[in-house]
Each structure stands twice: as C-alpha cells, then as structure tokens.
C-alpha cells in the first residue's frame, strides 16, 4: 500500500530529524482563528480555505481509489452529546452525534467527519476512516495520513494545487512491522 503524509506546513521547513522548524509562525488549532501570526490575523476564512483543502484531498484520494464509502473506526467520541455552536453546525453534529464504531459512510458524510476531526486537533476524541483499499488517519497539528492500494498521483497533484503538501511517509497508526494498531477493516 502507498502511503502519505498529507499537511499544510512546507517540507523545505523541517530540520534534519523532520521537526517543523516553523512551527511558533503558523496556527495549528481551530481554536487558534482571530490569534496574530507573522503580523496577519488569522481568520475563519484562512482556516476554512485549509480545512476546504484537507476535505478534498481525502476525496481526490477516494476517487483515484474508486472509493464512495469508508468504514468509521476507531471512534472516539465524547460521551456528551455535541451542541450546536458557530464551530460546529447542524448538520455536522447530528452526523456526529448519531455516527458508530464500524459505520459504513458516504462521501458526504465523511466531508462532515473530517471536518470534525479536523477542527477537534487537540480534543481526545477523534476517529479514523478506511477501508480495505484506502485509510485516512487524522493526527494532532493538522496532520493527515493517507494510504491507498494505487499511487494516486493524480490525487497528489490535486492535493498539492490546493496548497497542501504530500510526502511518502506510512502513518503513526502503524507499527514497524506495518501492522495497524487499533482495529483492522473487515470485509
């Protein structure tokens, strides 16, 4: 399976161990919207537009893939019901709340899952999206880990029109003998 490292922040700008060396100039939470960075103040736009990105690239992804559905594992949500606020609309909290362990979902909705775990970075809840063919792993710091049975290069060149950049790099999820960690996709 290919794999890759999928974000918004430039690999020209990590030392020799991989660090971000940028990291004190750039957001990397949602809750961080109206906070100063290199003098701009970062806006819902600035946020929407990278978010936005992060959404279509899992679709390019699943398109390369001839994907319409992943399955919704590892879920890890908070045991209150979400409430509707500004962050968090509607729709996506009733997608939110109802969604299960196991969960077969469409595109739609999983452009609701990202968002929210997305927006959730820093929250100890999240889930992670696969199938047999593709995973997407959402990871702290707006770091999304994509793998897929095919190279995707024109995935990869979508992506990186948007402005985010993708690396090779197998996810976090994995261990070293490439074994997934939590559960793994049932056919």
């Given at each position: 399976?290919?794999?890759?490292?999928?974000?918004?922040?430039n690999?020209?700008?990590?030392d020799?161990?991989?660090?971000?060396?940028?990291?004190?100039?750039?957001?990397?939470?949602y809750?961080?919207i109206?906070?100063i960075?290199n003098g701009?103040k970062?806006?819902?736009?600035?946020y929407?537009?990278?978010?936005?990105?992060?959404?279509?690239?899992?679709?390019?992804?699943m398109?390369d893939t001839?994907?319409?559905?992943?399955?919704?594992?590892?879920l890890?949500k908070?045991?209150?019901k979400?409430?509707?606020?500004?962050?968090?609309?509607?729709?996506?909290?009733?997608?939110?709340?109802?969604?299960?362990?196991g969960a077969?979902?469409?595109v739609?909705?999983?452009?609701?899952?990202?968002?929210?775990?997305?927006?959730?970075?820093?929250?100890?809840?999240?889930?992670?999206?696969?199938?047999?063919?593709?995973?997407?792993?959402?990871?702290?710091?707006?770091?999304m880990?994509?793998?897929?049975?095919?190279?995707?290069?024109?995935?990869?060149?979508?992506?990186?029109e948007l402005?985010?950049?993708?690396?090779?790099?197998?996810?976090?999820?994995?261990?070293?003998?490439g074994?997934?960690?939590?559960?793994?996709?049932?056919?």
């Amino acid at each position: 399976m290919y794999s890759w490292r999928v974000t918004k922040y430039n690999p020209k700008f990590r030392d020799h161990t991989g660090s971000y060396t940028r990291a004190d100039e750039e957001w990397y939470l949602y809750s961080q919207i109206g906070s100063i960075y290199n003098g701009v103040k970062f806006s819902y736009g600035d946020y929407k537009k990278v978010e936005n990105a992060y959404v279509k690239a899992i679709l390019y992804f699943m398109r390369d893939t001839k994907l319409t559905m992943l399955q919704v594992v590892e879920l890890d949500k908070p045991k209150k019901k979400l409430q509707i606020t500004k962050h968090y609309p509607k729709k996506m909290i009733q997608i939110i709340n109802s969604i299960k362990e196991g969960a077969l979902v469409d595109v739609a909705t999983i452009a609701y899952i990202a968002r929210w775990n997305l927006r959730d970075m820093n929250a100890p809840y999240r889930c992670i999206l696969q199938s047999k063919d593709m995973y997407v792993h959402f990871c702290w710091d707006y770091y999304m880990f994509i793998g897929c049975k095919y190279a995707c290069k024109h995935a990869i060149g979508q992506t990186e029109e948007l402005g985010l950049f993708v690396e090779p790099m197998k996810s976090p999820y994995f261990n070293k003998a490439g074994i997934f960690i939590g559960n793994s996709f049932e056919d």
